[in-house]
């Protein structure tokens, strides 16, 4: 049963609008949500996290948003830029000493 | 930056061939882990190890075996390497702080014909 949950396998936007990306969980004992980026033939690299004591953390053009009630976080991107087209991983882990869970990622396409 | 690097990037062999990929990282981690990623399917973790000597499997069951012999390398091996195994293999690691984030490398882009 997949814990991290990202049901747009998919988006585009176009150049200069906001980019929102999903993320859902189901382990209600997850404290802790981080966002990676991953290009074809590379590495995911971090680009920014949440802990479950806030609602929403802020790092330049980058916010993410989460709602504990719902299990739900998102990640916005504004504005968005063509070198954001990548896909978009969502990661959740518990406070104990357990490996991130990941999602199945979204593919996002900014058009210029 | 991050300082974890795979060997090598791209790999394509035969069936039946052993085969070890590389990772080693530079920032004196305890914690590495062995990720399998397919084209919009998830990261499945398949190894990790939380310090040198101690390994264990993750939620994907895999035919690869790992070793931790040393503190920054983390190496993984097929014994018989089989056409399902073609994947993306990607190695991380982590400081184990309590805010974590995990380190990634390149990745190894493994085709088994």
């Known amino acids: 049963d997949q814990q991290v949950k990202q049901n747009s396998p998919s988006l585009s936007v176009q150049e200069g609008r906001i980019s929102i990306l999903n993320c859902d969980y189901t382990?209600?004992?997850?404290?802790?949500f981080l966002w990676y980026k991953k290009y074809p033939a590379e590495g995911p690299t971090f680009l920014i996290s949440?802990?479950?004591?806030?609602d929403k953390n802020e790092d330049g053009r980058f916010t993410v948003f989460l709602n504990k009630s719902a299990k739900h976080l998102s990640l916005h991107i504004v504005p968005s830029q063509p070198g954001d087209s990548a896909v978009y991983f969502c990661?959740?882990?518990?406070?104990?000493?357990?490996?991130?869970?990941f999602g199945k990622g979204t593919r996002l396409s900014v058009i210029a | 930056e991050a300082d974890i690097y795979q060997t090598p990037r791209y790999l394509v062999i035969g069936t039946g061939k052993k085969i070890t990929l590389e990772c080693s990282q530079t920032m004196g981690h305890d914690k590495m882990y062995w990720y399998q990623q397919d084209p919009g399917m998830e990261l499945h973790l398949i190894h990790y190890s939380y310090g040198v000597n101690s390994t264990e499997k993750g939620d994907l069951s895999s035919e690869s075996t790992v070793s931790r012999i040393r503190t920054e390398h983390f190496p993984l091996t097929l014994e018989s390497a089989r056409p399902s195994h073609t994947s993306q293999y990607l190695c991380?690691?982590?400081?184990?702080?309590?805010?974590?984030?995990?380190?990634f490398g390149s990745g190894t882009q493994l085709s088994v014909l």
């Open positions: 990661a959740g882990r518990n406070s104990g000493n357990t490996p991130l869970v």
């Open positions: 991380a690691s982590s400081a184990g702080t309590v805010n974590e984030k995990l380190f």
């Open positions: 382990n209600s004992m997850f404290d802790y």
């Open positions: 949440i802990s479950s004591i806030k």
